[in-house]
């Protein structure tokens, strides 16, 4: 056997394990709740459960509740971690540093944990009701609707986000921002020409994190969210597991697949072209 | 930032206002269930709790289903760290040292854990574990904590295994070290940060992963977190504060010890490639 031939069954060998892995938990579930979101009641294959998606009441609702909130959180997410990000690249001091150490911590409290604590500080005799009853402002109902799940998903994508870009931003040599000043260009230009032009590939891997985060997420909705409409994950979970109709929870499963799509293949696509450089 | 600075004044204070709201929005929730965990009584309009003590850390510490829980939760993170470490190490070797076919397929084909929205594809794989028998066994939690560990278990080993350079390698093997004992003394060492990192981040990933072991690991795999669900609907808020602190103390300590390896091009590098 020669070399290359080694080389290439060694190889093979230590990536397959994983990638059977891969296989199970990801590939063929895909594939298997496609086929079983196809079949209906009398075990052809038409679309009858997707029918239901859109002519069921309950259901349609869910699901523009889904894309609202999603929408929503995505555009306030970009915007605040976008401007965190830029703020941590061109300022120095103290208080930069601060929010340089601390800003990741968010990151690695549990899902639960922080839904509970806004919760807590958030809710009807929560923390901040009970300090703003001192100056004698009264805390509207910010939890338990829609308002409390955008926040939720704010507190747990922002810091993932601002991650993201700051280590974009930080690749951004100062030396083109430099000579960008010296030829005059004003703050708006700076950011216009050349800070958003060298980001906005990872801008949109942030957008697509955010956007399926938010679809898929589950916690929040669970713990936060009213009987109706639901947020698609804690809808998917209930027709799951309560009603346990599968077939149904697998056409809900895939209709978020293909409203993520096309950001999912953008991600792999734009990965896919910065690795192939490096190979 | 010189020209920043110039136009202090209404700037600076926006700014600090803003920095402030930031920092009661992210801290509030954390500051929050710290105080209440220590509270023993605590009336409505009181900006803070009258008796302070561990009344509540006993109450939580006297249930059976909550400490089998810490223990259950702590073996599933163990034996998927292992399991990911085993699995994923020399695939990351491979993808950065070996040249063999369909290797550019392979690595990408770890993006698909993040390429779709975490609850459906969860359903999908319940709805898989469902027919073949996986629903409430170990090894279906514990393969539904890898989807979301793959990823940087690769990316990130993969990352630092191209880092260390070839010609330390190669100058180790003109000396006459076997390609093993190079791999040992050279390659490893210098990769292990990165390792390290992936290691402890898949650890505290199955430690916190509520999702979907809520979906195929009920009734009998009631992880922390899953506990969590049912502490926050049936027990008083200090109680829910104290089993808070107890899931995110590892975390803490972990991330702590972990300081130094953590950075955000680091944690970043799992996620796209730079």
């Known amino acids: 056997m020669s070399k290359e ?30 086929m079983l979101s196809l079949t209906n009641e009398t075990g052809g294959y ?5 029918h239901v998606l859109f002519t069921d009441k309950g259901m349609r609702a869910n699901i523009l509740f889904t894309l609202r909130i999603t929408v929503i959180t995505c555009a306030l997410v970009l915007l605040i971690s976008y401007s965190l990000a830029v703020y941590m690249r061109f300022n120095q001091g ?22 509970y604590g806004l919760i807590n500080l958030l809710g009807n005799h929560g923390w901040l009701a009970r300090l703003l009853e001192h100056i004698g402002v009264t805390l509207p109902r910010i939890i338990f609707d829609e308002k409390g799940i955008i926040i939720a998903n704010l507190w747990f994508n922002i810091p993932f986000t601002t991650m993201l870009l700051s280590s974009a931003l930080a690749g951004i040599p100062s030396s083109v921002i430099e000579s960008a000043k010296d030829v005059g260009a004003g703050r708006y230009r700076l950011f216009a020409r050349f800070i958003f032009p060298l980001s906005y590939k990872t801008f949109l891997v942030a957008l697509t994190f955010v956007f399926m985060g938010v679809i898929g997420s589950f916690t929040a909705p ?16 209930q027709v799951f597991s309560v009603f346990q109709e599968r077939e149904q929870a697998a056409a809900m499963a895939f209709f978020t697949f293909l409203l993520c799509s096309v950001l999912g293949a953008f991600y792999i696509r734009s990965m896919a072209k910065e690795e192939n450089v490096r190979m | 930032m010189l020209w920043y600075w110039k136009k202090v004044g209404v700037k600076r204070i926006i700014e600090f206002v803003l920095l402030t709201v930031f920092a009661i929005f992210f801290a509030g929730p954390l500051l929050n269930l710290l105080v209440l965990a220590f509270c023993e009584k605590w009336n409505y309009p009181d900006v803070l709790p009258e008796a302070w003590g561990f009344k509540w850390w006993n109450f939580v510490l006297a249930k059976d289903d909550i400490v089998s829980s810490i223990s259950l939760s702590f073996f599933i993170a163990a034996i998927v760290t292992a399991l990911s470490i085993v699995i994923c190490i020399p695939a990351a070797y491979a993808f950065a040292r070996i040249q063999f076919p369909l290797k550019r397929m392979f690595l990408f084909s770890f993006l698909l854990t993040h390429a779709f929205p975490k609850m459906g594809l969860y359903v999908s794989i319940a709805v898989l574990f469902y027919r073949i028998g996986l629903m ?12 979301n560990v793959l990823m940087f278990m690769t990316w990130i080993p993969t990352a630092s295994f191209r880092n260390v350079h070839r010609a330390q390698e190669e100058s180790a093997r003109d000396v006459g070290a076997s390609p093993f004992r190079v791999f040992r003394s050279i390659t490893l060492p210098m990769a292990m940060p990165g390792i390290m990192v992936a290691s402890v981040f898949t650890f505290l990933n199955s430690l916190d992963e509520a999702q979907g072991t809520f979906l195929v690991g009920i009734p009998d795999f009631k992880t922390m977190p899953i506990v969590m669900y049912s502490i926050i609907s049936d027990f008083p808020s200090s109680a829910g504060a104290v089993f808070s602190i107890i899931l995110t103390l590892p975390t803490i300590l972990l991330l702590l010890a972990a300081q130094r390896l953590v950075s955000a091009d680091v944690l970043a590098s799992g996620f796209q490639t730079k």
């Open chain 1, 5 to 34: 031939w080694k080389q290439a069954l060694a190889g093979l060998a230590m990536v397959l394990p994983s990638f059977a892995i891969l296989l199970v938990v990801v590939i063929i579930p895909i594939l298997q709740s496609l």
């Open chain 1, 46 to 50: 038409d679309l009858s459960r997707y």
């Open chain 1, 94 to 115: 103290p208080i930069v540093e601060l929010i340089r150490k601390t800003y990741m911590i968010p990151l690695f409290i549990p899902g639960v944990i922080a839904t």
């Open chain 1, 222 to 237: 669970f713990l936060l969210g009213a009987n109706s409409p639901q947020m698609l994950g804690a809808s998917m979970q």
């Open chain 2, 136 to 147: 409430n066994t170990l090894l279906g939690v514990v393969l539904i904590h890898m989807i």
